[in-house]
């Protein structure tokens, strides 16, 4: 790691850590006092390598265009006996909109209830109610078995979990997912008109009937 940009990076790692949530670049300039992203974004980059060659727990996962420091999968559910279930009405709904629309993509969720579901997602996971798995530049997600223990729900079907959170927690289905905005389609040519009927004339001969 480079001399000159130790305390930068470790000023980045610490803003992460203090978070608890993806960040930006932007926003960690912001948090820093910095008018120029270009250093933060080399030092979270230097960050990211730092993890990757450390033996650790932990990670440095980009999640869309923003930066976590978190557990890596494979030791989320090593602290779940230590991490407390506490969740805010937001986080219920993130949850409820997760366990409804299985798999579903984190790019999704964002357009249902904003950038919250960044955080809200982080929590998720790190409650070990939430699996993430890569899906191109995004995550898809789906509820885990702690999900279904933690609720007492009978099975992990998609069915008896929706059915569960509607006579259970009195969760009312929510809104279908929204269609991701698409380019507006031609406009259709104009039929073409239809011939004119052909009147008949008393100036016209009589047909021959052969």
């Known amino acids: 790691m480079p001399s000159k940009l130790d305390d930068l990076v470790f000023q980045v790692e610490a803003v992460l850590f203090a978070a608890g949530k993806p960040m930006s670049v932007k926003e960690l300039a912001d948090a820093l006092g910095l008018a120029d992203y270009r250093p933060v974004l080399k030092a979270v980059r230097t960050l990211e390598q730092t993890y990757e060659n450390r033996q650790s727990a932990l990670e440095i996962r980009k999640v869309g265009d923003r930066y976590a420091l978190q557990l890596e999968e494979r030791y989320v559910p090593t ?80 069915e008896e979990i929706r059915r569960f959170l509607e006579q259970k927690l009195g969760v009312a289905p929510p809104a279908p997912l929204p269609e991701a905005p698409v380019a507006p389609a031609e406009a259709p040519e104009a039929p073409a008109p239809a011939p004119e009927p052909v009147v008949a004339t008393a100036a016209a001969e009589p047909s021959t009937t052969l």
């Open 79 to 158: 602290v779940h006996s230590v991490t407390p279930v506490e969740m805010a009405p937001r986080t219920l709904k993130a949850l409820t909109l997760v366990a409804y629309h299985q798999p579903i993509l984190q790019s999704v969720l964002v357009r249902m209830i904003g950038d919250v579901a960044y955080e809200e997602v982080q929590r998720l996971r790190t409650i070990g109610l939430v699996h993430t798995e890569p899906k191109g530049s995004t995550l898809e997600l789906s509820t885990t078995r702690r999900f279904i223990e933690y609720f007492g729900i009978a099975s992990p079907r998609p």
